[in-house]
T-cell receptor, first 114, second 110 residues
Framework: SQTIHQWPATLVQPVGSPLSLECTVE??????LYWYRQAAGRGLQLLFY??????ISSEVPQNLSASRPQDRQFILSSKKLLLSDSGFYLC?????????????FGNGTRLTVT | LAKTTQPISMDSYEGQEVNITCSHN???????ITWYQQFPSQGPRFIIQ???TKVTNEVASLFIPADRKSSTLSLPRVSLSDTAVYYC???????????FGKGTMLLVSP
């Protein structure tokens, strides 16, 4: 069966520090991968998505970036965190492309920027 | 892009049936309707998906009228553990349609 792993589960970082969140998927090949962010009391905002290695699309311009160095690995990064980057970051995957495959989410990373 | 509208919150008691309605007046021909459940500090979990009429699985039913401009998630005999946020997502799988709204906060009381 397919599983998705995110780490770390929680993270406290000072303003201006770098960030690296990692997500890996097991049990499937060529998944579409997504990074979402959920601010306190708000809905989920799609940040990045990827249909393949090295292919990244951004939905929201900001000081975050994403990379996909391997088929089932998706990384969210920042060179300098802002207070507004605090939130709950979720990685998700779907099968195929445009076929209405449901999103499957990881358990998320709670990021607090102090 | 089919925008969705859901009630912000709903209250229920254990053992009752709960119906959460989502409005999506601009739904396109290729769009499907998908519902997710999210508990605090967890990622959303897929509940059910449908295109038209009625879909039922082991946890919920999804009712979609002929015009498809709304859909209703039905949770039979809810328990305290069904307290969560429920999201309605309408789209054809393209990335531009994978944006969630604020969802419906369902609170189930004893």
């Amino acid at each position: 069966s397919q599983t998705i792993h995110q780490w770390p589960a929680t993270l406290v970082q000072p303003v201006g520090s770098p960030l690296s969140l990692e997500c890996t998927v097991e049990g499937t090949s060529n998944p579409n991968l997504y990074w979402y962010r959920q601010a306190a009391g708000r809905g989920l905002q799609l940040l990045f998505y990827s249909v393949g290695i090295g292919q990244i699309s951004s939905e929201v311009p900001q000081n975050l970036s994403a990379s996909r160095p391997q088929d089932r690995q998706f990384i969210l990064s920042s060179k300098k965190l802002l207070l507004s980057d605090s939130g709950f970051y979720l990685c998700a995957w779907t099968v195929g492309r445009g076929n209405n495959s449901p999103l499957h989410f990881g358990n998320g990373t709670r990021l607090t920027v102090t | 892009l089919a925008k969705t509208t859901q009630p912000i919150s709903m209250d229920s008691y254990e053992g009752q049936e709960v119906n959460i309605t989502c409005s999506h007046n601009n739904i396109a021909t290729n769009d499907y309707i998908t519902w997710y459940q999210q508990f605090p500090s967890q990622g959303p979990r897929f509940i059910i998906q449908g295109y038209k009429t009625k879909v039922t699985n082991e946890v919920a039913s999804l009712f979609i009228p002929a015009d498809r401009k709304s859909s209703t998630l039905s949770l039979p005999r809810v328990s305290l553990s069904d307290t969560a946020v429920y999201y309605c997502l309408v789209g054809d799988g393209r990335y531009s349609t994978l944006t969630f709204g604020k969802g419906t906060m369902l609170l189930v009381s004893p």
